[in-house]
């Protein structure tokens, strides 16, 4: 994650990411799944800004976007305020900032909008506040957060994630995609969607998708597409079934549901084809959908 120097200020760009492969392999007695997961980092972000308070106070301003569901909450419920305390009370600091939340990510949508905003703070404040903690140490910090914090800490493009999703094993060579994404009217809780997903009983890997779309085989990859969580939010969620139809009407190379949904994507095979499809389907009625790229 790039940080700028805005004046006396930092500035975060925090990236969306899309699961082009998530299997569930098992259940685990912390009550979290095991997971094998290729994520990639995309090019729809949240803007951040740190301001240095003289105070230990942590204060935030959230400012949607409009149009898409971006309403988070300003208290001590948004994960960049909890990413603030955490960072203060493991570090010592009486240190404080005011944070302005510029959201563009839908929420509750798999695009992991909360993770990506609470990483940005850690990276962030460790900067402005002049802690210099260790790459591990943030690390830690980020598993403590959520599942998907570590991954945008580690600030790779692209990697295939373990364990309940914070094991990070970068992928070498570079993925140039171009996606459509499109998220319907509601969302659905990660939680609930785990509560009623199936085990894969016949695991897959997601190396050889990971090979493909190096190769720029994308025909190829296109089959090996999966998410295990789809079925079950489509069951919870009628309009994931809805959106997976739209999506599979227009020109894309293949479409699965992001994470644990509610938003989908589509492979394209050029950015011009991404952003055609995208005005399509929201001509069509589709709420919100835009054209991104992976980061590289
Ligand atoms: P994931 O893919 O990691 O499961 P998601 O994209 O499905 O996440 P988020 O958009 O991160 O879901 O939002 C999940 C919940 O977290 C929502 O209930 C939201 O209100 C809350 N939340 C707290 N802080 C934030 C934030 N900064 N941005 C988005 N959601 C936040």
Not at 83 to 106: E, Y
Not at 114 to 122: I, Q, V
Not at 156 to 178: F, N, Q, T
Not at 196 to 204: E, F, L, T
Request: neutral net charge.
């Amino acid at each position: 994650m790039l940080i700028r120097q805005d004046g006396l200020a930092l500035r975060v760009d925090a990236p969306a990411k899309l699961n082009l492969f998530l299997e569930v392999l098992g259940r685990r007695g912390d009550g979290f799944h095991e997971l094998e997961t290729l994520m990639v980092a995309i090019s729809l972000h949240d803007t951040l800004r740190f301001t240095e308070e003289p105070t230990p106070a942590i204060r935030l301003r959230c400012h949607g976007r409009g149009g898409v569901d971006t309403s988070v909450p300003s208290g001590d419920d948004n994960l960049v305020v909890r990413a603030a305390k955490l960072l203060q009370a493991h570090s010592g600091t009486s240190r404080g900032a005011t944070i302005d939340l510029w959201k563009r990510i839908p929420v509750s949508a798999g695009l992991a909008g909360g993770s990506t905003d609470a990483a940005a703070a850690l990276l962030a404040l460790d900067r402005l506040w002049e802690l210099g903690m260790a790459s591990q140490e943030l690390l830690s910090l980020a598993a403590e957060l959520g599942s998907d914090v570590a991954f945008f800490v580690r600030g790779v493009p692209a990697a295939i994630c373990r364990g309940r999703g914070e094991e990070i094993h970068p992928v070498e060579r570079s993925l140039e995609l171009s996606f459509v994404v499109a998220r319907p009217a509601s969302g659905l809780s990660t939680a609930e969607v785990y509560r009623h997903c199936q085990v894969s009983s016949d695991p897959r890997s997601a190396q050889p998708l990971v090979e493909l779309l190096a190769d720029g085989r994308l025909a190829d990859a296109a089959r090996l597409f999966h998410n295990s969580l789809q079925q079950t939010a489509s069951r919870l969620n009628r309009e994931v079934t809805d959106l997976i139809t739209r999506l599979d009407r227009q020109p894309v190379l293949a479409s699965a549901m992001t994470g644990s949904g509610t938003a989908c994507f589509g492979l394209c095979a050029t950015d011009r084809s991404a952003r055609r499809i995208a005005g399509a389907l929201v001509e069509g009625g589709v709420p919100w959908a835009s054209a991104v790229r992976t980061r590289v």
